[in-house]
């Protein structure tokens, strides 16, 4: 029988593929450890029912020997490519997100800067599988929270709008409305912030 084995993502940016073998194979379970897009590297904590090892050095590789011993490797991307190209390949897109501003009061109109936010948007869907968007909306604090509430909600509504006649299906699209609850930039009650008066958009 083959000694058990668990991993424990220590940092969250720890991406790792873990190959798995049947537990009459003679060969070692596997992980390597990915860096992130952006680079960034976790760490795994690697344990068997008498072992415990750490990973944090991207493209390290952790084999978990039949007996429970743990052998860590050094790795590169060549290598990880040429093993698991086809697993990576299969991987759906890591989520994406968009803020588009708009002008003051207004559920329609689209401040000026965010023209290249929604084309970059569009560029992004044109080539996402299946994608599913969740779009929120936001204002800064002038107003009642009721009044805020409705204008959240119907700025959603808004990007939705442009994001169904972009071609994607109502159904793969959730709309909420946070009002002025969750500013990016905090002022006094009353007070207008361009940058607080957005929609987010987050595909994944």
Same mark, same amino acid.
């Given at each position: 029988?083959?000694? !058990?084995?668990?991993? @424990?993502?220590?940092?969250?940016?720890?991406?790792?593929?873990?190959?798995?073998?049947?537990?009459?194979?003679?060969?070692? @379970?596997?992980?390597?450890?990915?860096? @992130?897009?952006?680079?960034?590297?976790?760490? $795994?904590?690697?344990?068997?029912? %008498?072992?415990?090892?750490?990973?944090?050095?991207?493209?390290?590789?952790?084999? *978990?020997?039949?007996?429970?011993?743990?052998?860590?490797?050094?790795?590169?991307?060549?290598? *990880?490519?040429?093993?698991?190209?086809?697993?990576?390949?299969?991987? !759906?897109?890591?989520?994406?997100?968009?803020?588009? %501003?708009?002008?003051?009061?207004?559920?329609?109109?689209?401040?000026?800067?965010?023209?290249?936010? $929604?084309?970059?948007?569009?560029?992004?869907?044109?080539?996402?599988?299946?994608?599913?968007?969740?779009?929120?909306?936001?204002?800064?604090?002038?107003?009642?929270?009721?009044?805020?509430?409705?204008?959240?909600?119907?700025?959603?509504?808004?990007?939705?709008?442009?994001?169904?006649?972009?071609?994607?299906?109502?159904?793969?699209?959730?709309?909420?409305?946070?009002?002025?609850?969750?500013?990016?930039?905090?002022?006094? @009650?009353?007070? !207008?912030?361009?940058? %607080?008066?957005?929609?987010?958009?987050?595909?994944?």
């Amino acid at each position: 029988m083959k000694a !058990p084995i668990w991993s @424990d993502w220590s940092r969250p940016a720890a991406l790792i593929i873990a190959t798995c073998l049947c537990a009459c194979s003679s060969t070692p @379970d596997k992980i390597t450890l990915l860096p @992130d897009p952006g680079g960034s590297v976790g760490a $795994v904590v690697v344990k068997s029912i %008498n072992n415990t090892q750490v990973i944090d050095t991207a493209y390290a590789q952790a084999s *978990v020997a039949k007996n429970g011993a743990i052998e860590v490797t050094a790795g590169n991307p060549s290598d *990880v490519q040429e093993r698991y190209g086809d697993l990576l390949a299969a991987r !759906p897109p890591r989520p994406m997100t968009f803020t588009i %501003n708009f002008l003051f009061d207004s559920a329609t109109q689209l401040a000026p800067d965010s023209a290249a936010t $929604v084309t970059q948007l569009k560029t992004a869907l044109a080539t996402w599988p299946a994608p599913h968007l969740t779009v929120v909306g936001h204002t800064d604090s002038p107003g009642s929270v009721e009044f805020n509430d409705r204008l959240s909600m119907r700025r959603a509504q808004t990007v939705a709008a442009l994001l169904i006649q972009a071609g994607i299906p109502a159904r793969q699209i959730e709309t909420a409305g946070r009002g002025k609850r969750e500013p990016i930039v905090r002022t006094a @009650d009353g007070v !207008p912030s361009q940058v %607080n008066r957005r929609v987010v958009i987050t595909i994944q």
